[in-house]
């Protein structure tokens, strides 16, 4: 069992599992991932786009899991970068013998995967999973003063063509938070949609309020909003100046949680901690929030619920099968959530427009 840490440090062979059908009065079937679920539990081609079901209705609960592919030194050699594929390989195993899915959103492993000749994220593409840029190094760099939203576009464009060389299909980015204009940035390199908003993306605000004297992500990194029952809904985004104005259009925000190992800290009171050991309190915690979104939802609205772990560590694996398990039972099997990917709570959200 992993033993809670108190430092702080910043956050940092597939088959597709069946998805689980639910029950829902008055309701058609799910479409998630360009398929839905019949009666049966079988699954049938759909578009999520076309979704038709009546706009009053309440819709399950959709839950993602984020896992942020980051951590240098874990694949700074081939033997460390063997190791840290496996692990992602079980990971994701994990998730699809539970009926669940992740989407894994890749720093420095991009770069590493050509280094090495072991294209993984093409391959958890191939096996069900989404695939995002998690933006080590774009929005953030307090060794250059002069930073600007020229020089993050830049940046984020570097990023986007190699993740892109990879030949896998990347939607959505994390890590971009800054003071200069990052949803502009985004836009720039054709992004849709951003995770992992936190309290330090303020930051481009006019007035950042609380924000304003945070020096770096990691003091300010609780999830942005605060309140569950705010971050169940996702927005358009305009500019980094209104980005908490929704807009009609733009960089669809998808608010993202607290990290999954951190969840009992912050349950407790701990204020913005970014890397925690696993343990089985933090399932605990974890099941509460998406008690609290299930409960949040609004009829005829996406309702959403995005969780997030760094792979700078390996998930303990008996931790995230409880968690898996109970979330299957509790929720999925009930038909009050469903498995979704990042670019399924895209489609979804503009099928709402």
């Known amino acids: 069992m992993g033993q809670k840490s108190g430092r702080r440090l910043r956050m940092p062979a597939f088959r597709l599992a069946t998805l689980v059908a639910f029950a829902c009065v008055a309701c058609s079937s799910p479409v998630i991932g360009g398929s839905s679920v019949s009666s049966d539990g079988g699954i049938v081609s759909a578009d999520v786009a076309n979704d038709t079901r009546v706009t009053t209705e309440m819709q399950p609960l959709y839950l993602a899991f984020t896992f942020h592919l980051e951590a240098e030194q874990l694949v700074a050699d081939e033997t460390s970068f063997t190791r840290y594929v496996d692990n992602i390989r079980s990971t994701a195993e994990l998730f699809h013998k539970n009926g669940a899915i992740a989407t894994w959103e890749a720093a420095e492993i991009v770069e590493k995967s050509k280094t090495y000749g072991v294209n993984i994220l093409k391959e958890l593409e191939t096996g069900g999973d989404a695939i995002g840029l998690h933006a080590n190094g774009a929005g953030y760099v307090p060794t250059d003063k002069n930073y600007s939203t020229e020089k993050m576009e830049a940046e984020l464009l570097k990023q986007r063509a190699n993740i892109d060389a990879l030949g896998v299909t990347v939607r959505h980015v994390s890590n971009i938070c800054s003071s200069v204009d990052w949803v502009r940035a985004v836009q720039t390199a054709k992004f849709e949609a951003v995770t992992g908003v936190i309290e330090y993306c303020l930051k481009s605000l006019p007035d950042p309020g609380a924000a304003a004297n945070c020096d770096g992500p990691q003091h300010c990194h609780t999830a942005y909003p605060y309140e569950i029952k705010d971050s169940v809904s996702s927005w358009y985004a305009e500019s980094g100046s209104n980005w908490t104005t929704p807009a009609v259009s733009g960089t669809l925000i998808l608010p993202t949680a607290n990290p999954v190992p951190c969840s009992a800290e912050v349950a407790s009171g701990a204020v913005s901690p970014t890397q925690c050991g696993y343990a089985n309190d933090d399932a605990t915690a974890t099941l509460a929030q998406i008690e609290m979104a299930v409960a ?52 979804l959200q503009m099928s709402q427009k």
């Open 296 to 347: 949040a939802r609004k009829p005829g609205k996406v309702n959403s619920h995005v969780l997030v772990a760094s792979f700078g560590q390996t998930p303990n694996s008996q931790v995230m099968q409880t968690l898996l398990q109970e979330i299957k039972t509790r929720y999925v099997d009930t038909g009050k959530a469903i498995w979704a990917k990042v670019p399924d709570l895209i489609d």
